[in-house]
């Protein structure tokens, strides 16, 4: 799987988090009593759509854009670099 398919799976799997703290929240549902599951949900959803935004809201974990291969060019695999010559550059022949 690719890491471009990962993100994209993290950010359902965030969005459907972000549900089911609202609807806990919407049951009057708190963390300990310091958080409510509500405010919680919003922030969640927050994350997920900065990063369907693309904004980089993996910043330094393992999905990264940064860390993502370069892109080649499609026909750069086609392409055969020349075999290398033992006498150093060719010379004009007469």
Known sequence: MSR?????????IL???????LSLGAKGWTFYGLASTTTTGYIIALVALLGLLRVNI???GPLDPRRDPPKQHPDSHNQRTPPHTQGGPPTPSD
């Open 58 to 60: 993996w910043y330094g």
């Open 4 to 12: 471009k398919t990962m993100r994209a799976i993290t950010i359902l």
């Open 15 to 21: 969005f459907g988090m972000s549900a089911w703290m």
